[in-house]
């Protein structure tokens, strides 16, 4: 056995699993609150200077620019944030100076920091916040400094020949918490594996990353169904709402979801017990999500035999009235459960 092969073996045991994840966290995490620091761009200093032209004479002194502004913009990317993720301080460009025979500065650039539709910018030093609702929103954060006068603004009948000019205006500098409030009308919840990807991409025309391998997703999916929003939440685990595994970062954003898509593995060994330990996660996070309307799907239909699906099916029935067997395989299947978005969406 060469050192490759041994390799992998060792990844298929538990504890490489856990190392896989930590991995995964470090190098793919998905962020959804992050501070940082931003500053408008100051206002250049005006210019003392004469007329050099022959036979012209008074004040030539330009006024400084005004330093750029700093906007914030909401984009479709709900990873957006992750660019920030070493990255916490950014700063707008500079008015320049004034220049001699009357030159204004130039004014700084406007910088603009992307962040995800959903966003909440929480203003720690002004204690204001704004929430971006719509994908092209921009905000400004932070304005930048009035440029200084010139020579040039200070003649008059009594001053032929002024030398007073004015510093620019420093900009304005604020730190701001961004935290993404991830909405959506659907969220598809479940174990690792459970087929939420596949069913997410079979429905709309997202691009999720599917595989036979736990947390494939690492960061939520969007679709769109017509007029419904469907979130793919990664997968949760038992303990996930004291900390472990993927789903910590995400249990806060099933509470802005309005329905819940529970899938279930028809292969599961017991498909009850992971309806109930999903369950416990959520209650386990906060009670109110057990309050949702909630859909139980049990996926991966085509992988058993159907007289073993059938008391999967009873059994779950026990637990939630509301079970629908369903493969992306299964043509049928899909259209009904694309009959109760349909439904979903002329209640909305």
Do not use: C, W
């Not at 200070?154 to 620019?168: A, H, I, L, M, Q």
């Not at 059938?310 to 509301?322: D, G, Q």
Request: charged letters at 25%; aromatic letters at 8%.
């Amino acid at each position: 056995m060469n050192m490759f092969s041994a390799y992998i073996l060792r990844l298929r045991s538990k504890v490489a699993e856990k190392h896989i994840v930590r991995f995964a966290l470090f190098f793919f995490m998905f962020i959804d609150d992050i501070t940082i620091k931003v500053k408008a761009g100051s206002g250049g200093k005006g210019a003392v200077a004469f007329n050099k032209n022959l036979m012209s004479l008074g004040p030539a002194g330009g006024s400084g620019g005004s330093g750029g502004n700093l906007y914030i913009e909401a984009v479709s990317d709900l990873a957006a944030l992750n660019r920030l993720r070493f990255k916490k301080e950014f700063h707008a460009e500079n008015g320049q100076d004034g220049r001699p025979q009357f030159s204004d500065g130039t004014t700084g650039k406007d910088p603009v920091i992307h962040v995800p539709v959903g966003t909440v910018i929480h203003d720690l030093t002004n204690g204001m916040d704004q929430e971006l609702v719509k994908i092209g929103e921009r905000v400004l954060a932070v304005k930048g400094g009035k440029g200084g006068r010139g020579n040039f603004q200070f003649r008059s009948s009594t001053n032929t020949t002024p030398k007073e000019f004015e510093y620019g205006v420093p900009g304005e500098q604020a730190t701001l918490r961004l935290e993404l409030k991830y909405i959506a009308d659907v969220g598809f919840i479940g174990l690792p594996n459970v087929g939420k990807s596949s069913l997410l991409n079979e429905l709309t025309n997202a691009k999720a990353k599917v595989a036979n391998y736990r947390f494939t997703t690492l960061e939520p999916n969007l679709g769109v169904f017509y007029d419904l929003i469907l979130a793919d939440i990664p997968g949760l685990i038992e303990g996930a709402s004291t900390g472990k595994g993927l789903g910590i970062k995400f249990l806060r954003h099933i509470e802005r979801t309005k329905v819940l898509f529970h899938f279930i593995a028809a292969d599961s060994e017991n498909p009850a017990a992971d309806y109930k330990t999903v369950r416990a996660e959520l209650a386990g996070h906060h009670k109110k999500l057990l309050q949702k309307p909630e859909y139980v799907f049990l996926t991966k239909t085509d992988a058993v035999d159907p007289k073993d699906l059938k008391k999967k099916i009873t059994v779950l029935k026990k637990l939630n009235k509301s079970v629908h067997p369903v493969s992306i395989y299964d043509f049928d299947s899909v259209e009904q459960m694309k009959k109760i978005l349909q439904g979903l969406e002329s209640a909305k």
